[in-house]
Nanobody, 124 residues
Framework: VQLQASGGGLVQAGGSLRLSCAASGRTFSGYSMGWFRQPPGKEREFVAAISGRGGSTYYADSVKGRFTISRDNARNTVYLQMNSLKPEDTAVYYC??????????????????WGQGTQVTVSS
């Protein structure tokens, strides 16, 4: 599976962005998908995850109520809608795929494939 993240950019605090992650392969619905981020000078952290068929989602407390993860299995794409952005959301955002598609997971060690990252910068 190859993953291509896109949609990052520069936005003012309070604004919105939607990230996309396009996946190759014919078995996309068999993978749980996750979004992670790495702020400048910090370790990579979990943001959100979704099960293979989209029935279950899981969010970090820091983004709950502001971010929404979704997927379109017909388009082999997972999305991260980010609203009410804050400067502390500034990071490189990565998408990842987990071959266990039954439930979303937060540990990066569970993921098998990673995209290249897209930069999100939120100005105050």
């Amino acid at each position: 599976v190859q993953l291509q993240a896109s949609g990052g950019g520069l936005v003012q605090a309070g604004g919105s962005l939607r990230l996309s992650c396009a996946a190759s392969g014919r078995t996309f619905s068999g993978y749980s998908m996750g979004w992670f981020r790495q702020p400048p000078g910090k370790e990579r952290e979990f943001v959100a995850a979704i099960s293979g068929r989209g029935g279950s989602t899981y969010y970090a407390d820091s983004v709950k109520g502001r971010f929404t993860i979704s997927r379109d299995n017909a388009r082999n794409t997972v999305y991260l809608q980010m609203n009410s952005l804050k400067p502390e959301d500034t990071a490189v955002y990565y998408c990842a795929a987990d071959r266990n598609g039954w439930y979303p997971v937060r540990s990066p060690d569970e993921y098998d494939y990673w995209g290249q990252g897209t930069q999100v910068t939120v100005s105050s």
